[in-house]
């Protein structure tokens, strides 16, 4: 994921339109490199970070009680298998 994207998800206290926010570095020569690490909010209000291990096979989520674990999880499903549009420019970055 290069740009922050949204997320409509229905949780225990009613639907929640997430931003997920990329935490990417600039690296040496242009190259954008992603973290593994995205942080979410629902307006101004943040709402903790999902982290994923190197293959994103794993991921943690440091929310407390914004989200439920099987809502955490679902938002990490989606941003595990999230493909960016084409022509995504990181030089963009929101």
């Known amino acids: 994921m290069i740009n922050q994207v ?3 998800i229905n949780t225990l ?3 929640v339109h ?7 570095q600039l ?3 242009d190259v954008y ?3 593994g690490v995205y ?3 629902d307006g101004v209000v943040g709402m903790g970070d999902i982290s994923f291990n190197e293959d994103m096979s794993e991921w943690t989520y440091d ?3 914004e989200l ?11 941003i595990k298998y999230y493909k960016d549009p084409e022509g995504a420019d990181p030089d963009l970055l929101q």
């Open 6 to 8: 949204g997320y409509d």
């Open 13 to 15: 206290d009613g639907p």
């Open 18 to 24: 997430l931003t997920i926010i990329p935490v990417n």
């Open 27 to 29: 690296l040496p020569g």
């Open 33 to 35: 490199y992603s973290t």
């Open 39 to 41: 942080k979410l909010s």
């Open 63 to 65: 929310g407390i009680g």
């Open 68 to 78: 439920t674990y099987e809502e955490a999880a679902e938002v990490a499903e989606f």
